[in-house]
């Protein structure tokens, strides 16, 4: 055991990230599929398109393909036109299209927060040094460069503001939102704008090459040569005890 900082490398931490994304998508998706069936969220998908018939039948048109408005002369236009003002001014359709647009964010947002609180937040307290199931199988763990065990609040930080908001939550409501079609160039913006921040991260920083250990103050070591602390003073007794070994040893 080394008690100096012992840097993961770039393809161990990769491999771990990889691991654990894959779990906590299949917590996520299972968690939106349990919301969406306790909101009927199929049901509601299938009368906001029987609204949309509905008008498409009443007004001869065809309402999905915007592709085909181009085609419409003049007239036709104006009637299509006059039904989408029709279902603009539909309650029913406002508030049916406001819980299908709604909806999806909500799967997502809840889905993204408890499976990464689970595999980022709880896991790390159960498996100890901050370590998820992708980073015990790599011997990976999270700590304070100076070989100090990082506190749970640093934990609960780096779980929920930088992996849970900043780098799963917001893009991935964001894809939604660009999906539904309900968000314009802002979305593809945001994400190059994040994009271009965690680039800047990495190139920056060596051992906090991500936003979320750069939030937390914490960095991924590698475990196999690392000696970890359960403390500061541990950390300053240890040091001490090796120099006094050292001063000893140089004076034979």
């Known amino acids: 055991m080394i008690y100096d900082f012992q840097k993961a490398s770039l ?21 939106a599929f349990i919301i969406s069936l306790i909101s009927h969220y199929t049901d509601l998908l299938n009368e906001f398109k029987g609204y949309y018939a509905h008008y498409e039948e ?37 508030r049916c299209w406001g819980l299908v647009s709604t909806l999806p964010v909500v799967m997502v947002s809840v889905g993204l927060l408890v499976s990464t609180l689970l595999i980022e937040f709880v896991m790390p307290l159960i498996l100890k040094n901050g370590q998820t199931i992708g980073k015990k199988v790599f011997k990976l763990g999270v700590i304070n460069t100076n070989g100090v065990k990082c506190t749970n609040f640093q934990l609960f930080t780096r779980a929920l503001l930088g ?28 994400l ?15 051992n906090r090459p991500f936003f979320h250990d750069l939030i937390a ?18 950390m300053i007794a240890f040091k001490t005890e090796i120099d006094r070994k050292k001063v000893e040893s140089s004076a034979y």
Do not use: H, W
């Not at 393809?11 to 906590?24: E, H, N, P, Q």
């Not at 190059?192 to 680039?199: E, K």
């Not at 103050?217 to 541990?234: G, H, I, P, R």
């Open 192 to 206: 190059f704008g994040l994009a271009i921040i965690q680039g800047i991260i990495f190139l920056s920083n060596l």
């Open 58 to 94: 009443l007004y001869g048109v065809t309402l999905t393909d915007e592709a085909l408005y181009n085609t419409y002369n003049e007239a036709q236009k104006e009637t299509y036109n006059q039904a989408v003002a029709a279902m603009n001014a539909d309650q029913d359709v406002i």
């Open 11 to 31: 393809l161990k931490r990769i491999s771990a990230f990889l691991l654990d994304f894959v779990l906590i998508t299949i917590i996520a998706t299972f968690i």
């Open 163 to 190: 992996k849970c908001t900043v780098e799963l939550m917001l893009p991935g409501i964001i894809i939604v939102m660009m999906l539904l079609q309900t968000m314009g160039i802002v979305g593809p913006i945001v």
């Open 217 to 234: 103050k914490t960095a991924v070591c590698d475990l196999s040569t690392q000696k970890v602390f359960n403390n500061y003073d541990e």
